[in-house]
């Protein structure tokens, strides 16, 4: 079998023994709660997905895989893999000291110590890394939103992180090396993914097998992926529902919790060298393989081989074997899939992209026979119902007194009076007295609040339900969050309510602006904190033009349209 990257296979465990020993003095020593992708690296560390690495990477580390894709001893590793925190949890932190590492729940997963405490250079990291400093990019953006300060350093495990979804596909490297072990899998080819299978990407994963006579690892990503990606539970079940259209004891199902970046040909790298810890020999490395798509003005960030010449150029010290595809496109005429380089001059092809899948089934409209299988086809509609039974949530913004909640409350009324839907409203009053209580106006607090509600909307939306949100919202990026973590379930319809600064003053009956205006209230929006408008929303109401159930009238025509409601 395939050696592991670096030559030894990392298990950063604790016997039990020292387990116990750690967990007693744990409950003295300093910690820090780790996030979703922080989690994801740590759990990938412990196991030895991510072999040669022993922990954190310090600044040393740091510095040479950003520069030169290699670590200081000259191996090869294209991705920082850093812990980083804020900087007053570092000031209370100094070199030598062991720090425990929990989940969002306080459960104590891991021992660090303390190696190294720096600042990195994240525009360096962007453009070395990422190619770009544009924070259009997913990953870029995730960058600059990190903490100020990373903490290098060995981690000792005490438990791997707990998952209670899709428990019998979680193989860690040492399980699926032996899986393949007791099976005699000696030539094996690993397929990354973080979307649903369709007949194309069946087609391609079948060539390849045939290509080096081996058999399969479907290894999906169910740790993080990008924005707007269909869910880990409905993707599993579509890969499940295919293992019947491959031969027998042809392919191994397992999950990776990995955290995504979207780093492109770096990523790709990244990608090769852990399925060769795993126990892979062989890797499917596509066009733009994990790449972020488009910038803002319509150029995409990495070119299409990119990924394919940086994993190739080290193929010989990776020692996996790169098979590079074109992508798979249908061919009328044949009736049959083939790659996009077999062919002919002028021939005609048809494809279905993402955004025109998602409109299918956001529509409800029929998905081409030719395209995907029907028993995905099944488990894709039952995730995404037809509209008039999918959640929505309408996301009002505009300046204190522009009309959000009366027309909110009006536009309750008019979906009720007229449909049998649940409606619910979270004012951004109510909401400041109840789940945000405690939360003040700074730019954090205001984050945190519309965040807060966000997530009850987006609970509401997966649900069937509609939300009507009323907060200021001033903040583009936070606005953009709401509809990331909404349209994960359903719709997401932005409504600016653009009543002009001197009309909601005059309408102020708290004396609100007048406070303001004299310095007795400070980080007022519109006064002394800013307010950035919208560039697209979904729909631009004017609050001083009609009546609150005129312009209620308005959204509800976008429902309509959009056959959310009847």
């Known amino acids: 079998m395939i050696e592991p990257h670096g030559g030894v296979l990392k298990h950063l465990y604790l016997s039990e023994a020292e387990t116990q020993v750690a967990r007693r003095a744990s409950g003295a020593l300093p910690s820090v709660r780790l996030e979703h992708r922080q989690l994801c690296d740590l759990e990938l560390l412990l196991d030895g997905a991510f072999s040669p690495l022993e922990g954190f990477m310090g600044e040393a580390d740091y510095d040479a895989v950003v520069t030169s894709l290699r670590l200081t001893d000259g191996t ?21 000291q062991d720090v425990v590492l929990r989940d969002i729940q306080g459960t104590a997963l891991a021992l660090l ?15 070395q890394v990422y190619g ?50 007791d099976r005699g899998w000696d030539r094996i080819v690993a397929f990354q993914t973080r979307n649903p299978l369709h007949r194309a990407h069946v087609e391609l994963t079948r060539r390849a097998m045939d290509a080096v006579g081996g058999r399969l690892l479907l290894h999906p990503v169910v740790g993080r992926t990008r924005d707007g990606d269909i869910d880990r539970y409905t993707r599993v079940r579509c890969y499940r529902a295919l293992l019947e259209r491959y031969p027998e004891d042809a392919v191994k199902l397992s999950v990776l919790p990995l955290a995504m970046r ?7 790298l990244w990608h090769a060298i852990i399925r060769k810890n795993y126990g892979a020999n062989f890797f499917i490395v596509g066009r733009d ?6 910038d803002a003005s319509g150029q995409a960030y990495y070119e299409p081989l990119a990924a394919q010449v940086l994993v190739q150029a080290h193929a010989d010290e990776l020692g996996i074997a790169v098979l590079p595809f074109a992508p798979m496109v249908y061919a009328p005429g044949r009736q049959a899939y083939v790659s996009s380089d077999e062919l002919h001059p002028g021939e005609a092809v048809s494809n279905v992209s993402g955004t025109e899948l998602r409109k299918h089934l956001l529509e409800g409209s029929a998905i081409p026979a030719w395209f995907t299988y029907p028993e995905v086809e099944v488990i894709l509609r039952q995730r995404f119902p037809r509209p008039e039974n999918r959640g929505c949530a309408i996301f009002f913004t505009g300046l204190s007194g522009a009309g959000k909640s009366t027309i909110a409350q009006a536009l309750k009324a008019a979906i009720l009076e007229n449909t049998g839907r649940q409606v619910s409203v979270l004012d951004g009053d109510e909401v400041r007295k109840t789940l945000s209580a405690g939360l003040g106006f700074s730019r ?61 003053e005059a309408r102020d009956t708290k004396g609100l602006y007048a406070q303001a205006r004299s310095g007795a209230l400070k980080q007022f929006t519109g006064i002394s904190d800013p307010y950035e408008v919208p560039v697209a929303p979904d729909l631009r109401l004017d609050g001083a033009e009609q009546t609150p159930a005129h312009l209620a009238a308005q959204i509800v025509a976008v429902l309509r349209e959009r056959r959310l409601i009847a």
Not at 76 to 96: C, F, K, N, Y
Not at 114 to 119: A, E, N, T, V
Not at 469 to 495: N, T
Request: aromatic share 6%; net charge negative; hydrophobic share 45%.
């Open 76 to 96: 090869l590793w294209p991705m920082p893999i850093v812990l980083d925190v804020s900087a007053d949890t570092a000031a209370s932190l100094s070199i030598g």
């Open 113 to 127: 110590t303390l190696s190294d405490i720096f600042r990195p250079d994240k525009m360096r990291e962007a453009f």
């Open 132 to 181: 770009t400093r544009d924070s259009g990019h997913p990953g870029v953006a995730d960058l600059l939103r990190r903490g100020e300060v990373c903490l290098g350093g060995r981690i000792r495990g005490l438990q791997r992180p707990a998952h209670h979804d899709f428990t019998d596909l979680r193989a860690s490297p040492r399980d699926l090396r032996a899986w393949f072990a």
């Open 262 to 268: 979207m780093a492109g040909p770096r990523e790709a």
């Open 289 to 294: 393989h994990a790449g972020p798509g488009k």
């Open 444 to 504: 954090e607090d205001r984050s945190a609040n519309i965040l807060r509600i966000a997530y009850v909307a987006s609970e509401i939306v997966r649900h069937g339900g509609i939300a009507i949100c009323a907060p200021i919202a001033p903040y583009a990026e936070d606005r953009a969050a709401a509809r990331a973590l909404v349209e994960a379930h359903g719709d997401f319809i932005e409504v600016h309510v653009s009543t002009a600064l001197d009309v909601c």
